[in-house]
């Protein structure tokens, strides 16, 4: 994937050129009074990358915006996604504080293609499910050379940029300006409100990178490492938990005007610490005996581990209105925005009574990413080029997904001093207020989240997911110079790929959220019985907004002392079976091929180039997994606890489809600083992933099936006002005159 090909890489002198390059230095300006003319000004650092970087946009035969690293070998921000976030149209998505996905005019990462050196990239975004997104947070911008955004297609681009495709590219050594060539770079962070919450304060970025020449420049060799330790902390506070969003629709009538007032359903305080580590890999070889053939080799692995514990205080339950009483009550807006609540009860099951807990998480991630790929071409006759090129990327996202959940007990021993009752603290009450805008506060009473006497693990859970996204493809490309009237080139290839992403996910459940007593206990899926564990030895004493609590400082030491080493991994249980659900693999089978002429002529004295032609996009998609087809319907299948159901069974089916995608540019330089772009074409997005599982009902994923597709205007902007068979007749119509010109 190339930002043209009209072969315009020379800089031509500007008035935004001269206008930069006459503020680099005051030598400069004397150097220009002694001459009556300017013969050539050498510019460096970023004022390089911005003048090669509208070069290469105004060089450009796509709408593209581009950012270079021009003399500076690398792009001087911390991830490629800030690099990007930079260019009109394009908005970072944070996560941890780190510029992590893209948005392209206002459309998430299932809208977007990106490749690394004209390859398809793996994705390692998955959080809770499989997914298309890419984490650009993966690629350090240290070892990328030039980004682009492409917000409009040409038939040689891969598929399924709806809103914009995005192109990474990795530098050639053999255009390095010197024989050897390296860089080191370090720099140090600093985040003053770190120590509020336990966490580090000092981070770190370190590059290293070198290119070498070798056999007279017929031997390129590129290497780059970067390393990135940064930090990360929050404090945050809401009228929510888990699946408990928002407020309870108006039931009650609290302060006596006749209408019925909302609650809130559930309360969180939470604070986080942990640090991104992040280590980036490139090497590149490229082999160029003859200025007819290069072949090039290129491998790049990015490992990113992010650790995320938090802590605090969760109040849940709050919807079950006849399960407490709740006095004390102001209301504002028909929000009950202050009020006392009092647990009456507390021996109630499955969350039907509110409770109060001190929670501590481990939601880590590990997020492992290689891509490598083979590039051959030949230029032979002065006419004819021709690439093939090999690529395999993939990539792998682990989240353990660790929560603990500890609460107060009133505990009776026995003589032996054996526990033999036990129940939820009685007497356990909340007070609450909103505070506007503020952090919402709450104040406690009958119950101390810091009192070893009284505090016990209620609940242990864990829920490991783990993706894997793969993607293999093979492609072949042709350009044969033409040059006959409009026509300057002629362009026809073919992409093999295929795409198999797989999800594993798992449970281990111990214990009640809500609270235990004699006889009750939501989940058990150890080998032990069910009751509130001892903490003493595992816990800590740390405070969010205000409010002392415990904290799990190794849940894995604590899960190893009460259940046995080994013992608490997550299975695949039918009492869960959104486990089997949310297993299962995706793959898709893609065969495209393409025909496109490229255009340089002119219209009167205005220069036009451009380009105008078709992909057909052939797409074989099998979902597999375990499906729910009713009790009896299915074949006996044994879950990792050693129950066996006869309402499951193996399915593998999905659709074929064939979309013909035509595609047209046209580029009008107006003067050297002005042109005029206008683009037309149909391009296509697939499906989100986790919609074409094969454990959802069949109905559910042809539903799904269906693409996204849309129709670009002028400057590649969405537009419904021609149908796809009205802009061709009018293409092809363009076409025809400008090639009888």
Known sequence: ??????????????????AIAASVSTSVGAYAQEQETLEEVTVTGIRTSVLDSVEAKRAADVVADVVDAGALSSLPDQSIADALGRLPGVTTVRSNGQSSQLNIRGMNGDFLQTTLNGREQ??????????????????????????AVYKTPKASHIEGGVAGSVELKTANPLDAEKEHNFNANVRMSFNDAADDVGADEFGERVTLSYMGKFMDDKVGVALGYSHLEQPNSFVKSRTGADAQIGYEPPASDYDGDGSADALPRAFQWQSGDGTDTRNGYLASVVFEPTDGFKA????????FERVDTRHGITVGGLANTD???????EVNGGVVTDGTVIITDPKTVYDSSPWFESRSEDQSTQADSDSIGLNLEWNFG????????????????????????MHAYDLTYNDDGNLETWEEAAGQSFAYSLNGDGIPSGVFSGVDFTDLDTMRLSRYEEYPHEYTDKVEAFKFDYKFDLEWRAIASIETGFRVSERTFDSERGAFLYGSRDGQFNDYCADNLSDIDCEPQLLDGYVSIESTNGIP??????????ASSIFGAGNYEGKKVF???????????????????????????????????????????????????????????????TDDVGVTSDSYDYVEYGPEYTDTLPSLNLNFELTEQDYIRFAAAKVMGRPPVGQLKGALAPGTVLTTMALRS????????????????TSLTWLMSTISKMAAR
């Open 575 to 637: 009492s869960q079976d959104w486990t089997f659900v949310e297993s299962g693999a995706v793959r898709e089978e893609v065969f495209a091929y393409y025909l496109m002429a490229n255009i340089e002529t002119q219209l009167g004295s205005i220069p036009v180039t451009g380009n105008f032609g078709v992909r057909v996009v052939e797409t074989d998609v099998k979902s597999s997994g375990i499906q729910n087809v009713g009790a009896g319907n299915g074949i006996e299948i």
């Open 296 to 303: 090039q080799l290129d491998y790049f692995k990015s490992d």
């Open 122 to 147: 793996a994705s390692t975004s998955g959080y809770t499910e499989s997914t298309r997104w890419i984490s650009f947070d993966q690629y350090p911008a240290e070892l990328i050379n030039q980004a």
């Open 710 to 725: 849309t129709t670009f205007g002028p400057r590649g902007l969405p537009t419904s006002i021609l149908s796809v068979q």
């Open 1 to 18: 994937m190339s930002l043209s090909n009209n072969g315009k890489g020379a800089l031509r002198p500007t008035l935004l050129s001269a």
């Open 323 to 329: 399960m407490y009483t709740l006095s004390d009550t």
């Open 382 to 405: 002065d006419r004819h080029t021709l690439a093939v090129d090999y690529s395999y990327s993939k990539g792998t996202k682990t989240r353990k997904d660790q929560i603990v959940s």
């Open 549 to 558: 609590q415990f904290v799990v400082n190794d849940m894995d030491a604590l």
